[in-house]
């Protein structure tokens, strides 16, 4: 049995290449070679490249495959029909219309840590004064802030002196979300209604694109005047809050003092404070405004009320939602096809596994019948050759035994035996019993160990006779009687009573 889909797939693949050329045929073995990627997965990904190798290689590492190319060109196929509102009105021009101002919303991931550079000894001892009239004045601030909240001015001398200028070096990712989240919550108090993302900028993206979600990011500036009241009076007021939530929006933060999250705020051109700005997965974006298929769809600068917080969100969610729905349902249908596969080739799986069980069932019992078959031929061809060989009856007049011997059958023979003759030679005998003369003789058989069936046994009192090297005059000496006595039955008579 063969699969049903490795020759169609063979096929496909062997008519889609007879059409290239040479120099298509080049970029095709170079992006192969590079990603490993089966043709089936390249030629879409070179095509949309213009066959351009560098190219597809690099939108192939940034995350575009032919899965998520085949989910694009499938929302701009839906994208180009008239999708009808509830109120009975075509939204689809609107939604042309606004992925017009999309921008790429890049996958950051932060370097490697950067070990923090300490003063010389001598330039430490010369700055000393002014590091003690600097901590005097910080202490000063800080009881002048919490005296008077409402002096934002101030804040910046909370920061130090090293916060104005640089930013602070690189740690991983989610020590530094952790650490925004913490000290978020312990400027704005534990009850903001607020969750951020636990991990890095790339991560929360990398969530947003599998789950088909948005992503709320959100850059702070420590040092600007508004970002304050932009987090206590927009940021966690409760309409904001419960939208975040009803909307099941990601929300990552981070302080541009931050590495990562100055890496984040020059990607997403954020140059004003408060800055918010909204990432969702926009295949039908144009060409060159989106990142592995992710877009900012929305910005928020300044500071604005959270009515005007939400509304420029909601809008943007209204315009993408119905997208992103699409897409999901195709992703479904990509699953439940997938799953069917999966399905049919687990059966296709078991079906050769019986098969296979079946036939090996066969082969063993036909090499086991041959098996039986050649012994009880051995043995017929054992028992013609050891009848030859058994020695005539002696006459009566000498040193004999004489044995009276029932068969199996019932039928008693009686004959004379040799008082030097051993056992083996009277089991011999027995077993030769019913042989026809003319069938006597012939080689002995190779490789065979013959074992009688059947056990000698006198009845009083009862006693076993092995076919052995023992004489008759040892054991059956001047005359006996013997019963034939199969070993089948005397197996099948001990098992019965090991059952009682």
């Known amino acids: 049995m063969s699969s049903p889909s490795s020759a169609s797939s063979s096929g496909s693949s062997d008519l889609s290449l007879s059409h290239l050329t040479e120099a298509q045929r080049q970029s095709l073995r170079q992006f192969t070679d590079i990603t490993a990627q089966p043709i089936s997965q390249a030629l879409p990904l070179l095509e949309r490249s213009q066959w351009n190798a560098e190219l597809a290689i690099s939108r192939f590492f940034d995350g575009e495959t032919a899965e998520s190319l085949a989910e694009a060109l499938q929302a701009e196929e839906y994208a180009r029909v008239p999708v009808t509102s509830a109120a009975g009105h075509p939204t689809s021009p609107v939604s042309r219309r606004a992925t017009s101002g999309l921008t790429p919303a890049p996958r950051i991931v932060p370097q490697r840590d950067v070990t923090a550079r300490r003063s010389p000894l001598l330039i430490s001892i010369l700055l000393f004064p002014f590091s003690l009239v600097w901590r005097i004045a910080h202490g000063a601030a800080q009881l002048l802030y919490l005296l008077f909240p409402f002096l934002p001015r101030f804040r910046s001398l909370q920061r130090g002196p090293a916060a104005s200028t640089t930013a602070k070096r690189s740690i991983n990712p989610r020590d530094t979300a952790a650490r925004f989240a913490r000290s978020f919550e312990e400027e704005y108090g534990p009850s903001t209604g607020l969750t951020f993302f636990e991990g890095g900028y790339a991560q929360a993206l990398d969530l947003a694109k599998k789950d088909l979600r948005f992503l709320l990011v959100v850059m702070q500036s420590d040092e600007h005047d508004e970002t304050a009241s932009f987090n206590r009076h927009t940021l966690t007021s409760q309409e904001v809050t419960t939208f975040l939530k009803t909307h099941n929006l990601i929300l990552w933060g981070g302080s541009v003092q931050e590495s990562e999250a100055f890496q984040v705020a020059t990607a997403l051109n954020c140059t004003k404070f408060p800055f918010a700005a909204l990432i969702t997965h926009a295949p039908n974006a144009p060409e060159g405004t989106s990142s592995q298929g992710m877009s900012v769809v929305a910005r928020i600068v300044g500071t604005v009320t959270p009515a005007q917080f939400t509304a420029k969100l909601q809008t943007a969610i209204n315009t993408h939602t119905p997208a992103l729905d699409r897409i999901r349902a195709t992703r479904a249908a990509q699953e439940a096809d997938r799953a069917i ?3 049919s080739q687990r059966a296709y799986d078991a079906s050769l596994q019986r098969d296979r069980a079946r036939k090996e069932a066969e082969e063993a019992a036909r090499r086991a019948a041959a098996l039986v078959a050649e012994t009880a031929a051995k043995r017929e061809q054992w028992r013609r050759w050891r009848a030859s060989t058994i020695p005539a009856e002696p006459p009566a007049d000498g040193a004999v035994a004489r044995l009276s011997i029932r068969t199996i059958a019932g039928d008693r023979v009686v004959r004379r035996f040799a008082r030097e003759t051993p056992m083996e030679v009277v089991y011999a005998f027995v077993d030769s019993l019913g042989i026809d003369a003319d069938d006597v003789g012939g080689e002995k058989p190779q490789a065979y160990q013959h074992q009688y ?19 008759v ?3 059956l000496w001047p005359s006996g009687n013997l019963i034939v006595e ?10 019965e009573e090991e059952e009682q």
């Open 473 to 475: 005059g040892e054991v």
């Open 341 to 343: 596969r999966d399905q």
């Open 453 to 471: 069936g059947f056990r000698l046994v006198s009845v009083m009192p009862r006693e076993e006779f092995l076919p052995d090297a023992t004489t």
């Open 486 to 495: 199969s070993l089948d039955d005397h197996e099948e008579e001990e098992g």
